[in-house]
């Protein structure tokens, strides 16, 4: 990395791979904005957008695969990611488990604004909302329909929640084994024996050629876990809700990235240093 | 990152922190070679050599400690790693376990050495050797003493990495609910409602210093365990054995860091861009 400025052609392409994917998230996140914001709410509508942006991530999953199979390294800690980002990667992406951390904070927060509501007004109209939401559009900006959850639907997040926290332990457990295998044979031995440091080994490159096929299952094994729980999650909502809850998780993958940014950015200044910082913030 | 030839003052300092240490990575491993060369092998020298090279560890995880105090993000996946290393990293540094796992592989790795040995020569001198590992120097390079571990070594070895492992384990669970916490409120939630991606907000500011802060207790409480579980290995081992178990791990070290800039060299080169490729070997 002390020369980041040049980067090889399949760099270039995984991070060509990544940009056209955020372009594609800031163009689905307004159009989610924009079919939840119709007051008609047509269902058909919405079941095609979500099928589509569920489509999308399958999609960029299997791009990620091709250009992972040989080179999977990269994927673990982008350079194109800022340093916040990669500090909350696991196995080259988000938690499956934080797709649901994120179900419970928008149906949490969508009930805290109603009975906020309520408190101001003291109107007993507000206490049904609270209750049984059954009014929608009454709170600026969507999401509202999070807190429509009905038990069965929170019973089976739950479940969701249980089976996916073991799958994503199973994967972690994987990804141990396969990080201490470099501290065994061939790596390990042969890097003891080695007169001069770093000196090319073909033992060595195989083994570390293997390492990066392995990882590159265990990335693939992650982004599937990722598609299946984002899946079954779309599966339990409305419609509405499911849109509205993809709305909330491409805003937070995209503000993370652009929270991350304006951090380097604030460091980056009081040091003395930096640009304009212009492109940071409404990217 | 982006423009990543700037980087702030924490970031520089970190750096240079980083570059120090691998500097004395490099000195203390040839003294290592040197003091175990001797044919004298004078404990009482090594044992000085050891203690100094785990109180430059202790240091240089203070030092971590205090500049990620802050800033804790730019160490879960550095810059000035190669993206090698960046795949294998846990909490900012390697896993505890895999310094155990090469003391297994040293271990391993020198029965074999002296097994063939035997099988060639067909000297029965040399399986006396085997069994007992009763003579040293016989072979080149060191790491001989490794394969003289006895049974009460052994058992204690298993006994601190089944302890490692569940301390681990421990972490993992802490990392990734910090992790998670950040697709909660506030930060999910205000991402939700901002209109403009990215748009500074000093409650989301506010969580990102905490949870930035948290993540570097958590970076330190892995320095801990890396240190305790290093100080302990040392102590199981004879001061011969922990004198080639260190010159391993620091072989280990920097030659998967130099490895990895030689991959990266390789894809740049064969990309038809990249620079003459002359730093990285031999460093």
């Known amino acids: 990395m002390e020369n980041p400025s040049s980067s090889s052609t399949i760099e270039k392409l995984q991070q060509d791979c990544y940009n056209e994917w955020m372009s594609l998230q800031a163009k689905r996140m307004t159009e989610l904005k924009q079919a939840l914001s119709n007051d008609e709410k047509e269902d058909d509508k919405l079941r095609d957008l979500i ?3 569920i ?3 399958k999609d960029y999953a299997a791009k990620r695969c091709e250009h992972s199979r040989r080179y999977s390294s990269n994927y673990f800690a982008p350079t194109w990611n800022t340093c916040l ?4 990667l696991w196995i080259g992406g988000c938690r499956p488990s934080s797709f649901i951390r994120l179900v ?7 009930t805290e604004l109603r ?7 003291n109107n007993i109209d507000d206490l049904s ?3 049984h939401g059954e009014t929608r559009g009454g709170i600026d900006g969507g999401g509202e329909s999070m807190s429509d959850l009905t038990a069965e639907q929170l019973y089976k997040i739950n479940e969701l929640h249980l089976k996916t926290v073991e799958e994503e332990n199973k994967l972690t457990i994987r990804s141990a084994s396969l990080q201490e295998d470099t501290a065994d044979m061939p790596i390990a031995v042969t890097a003891f024996y080695k007169e001069v440091i770093g000196e090319a080994d073909v033992a060595v490159e195989r083994a570390l050629d293997k390492h990066e096929k392995d990882m ?3 990335l693939a094994e992650a982004d599937k876990l990722r598609l299946t729980t984002l899946t079954t999650i779309v599966d339990i909502l409305t419609p509405v809700q499911a849109a509205d809850f993809l709305l909330a998780g491409k805003k937070l993958h995209m503000s993370i990235h652009a929270w991350g940014r304006l951090r380097e950015q604030s460091r980056l200044e009081a040091s003395g240093g930096g640009n304009s910082g212009g492109e940071v913030a409404g990217e």
């Open 216 to 218: 590159a299952g265990l």
């Open 85 to 88: 980002e990669n500090s909350l």
């Open 104 to 110: 419970y904070a928008m149906c949490g927060s969508q």
């Open 115 to 121: 009975l906020n509501t309520f408190l101001r007004t």
């Open 129 to 131: 909302t609270v209750l």
């Open 51 to 53: 099928r589509t942006v």
């Open 55 to 57: 489509g999308e991530f």
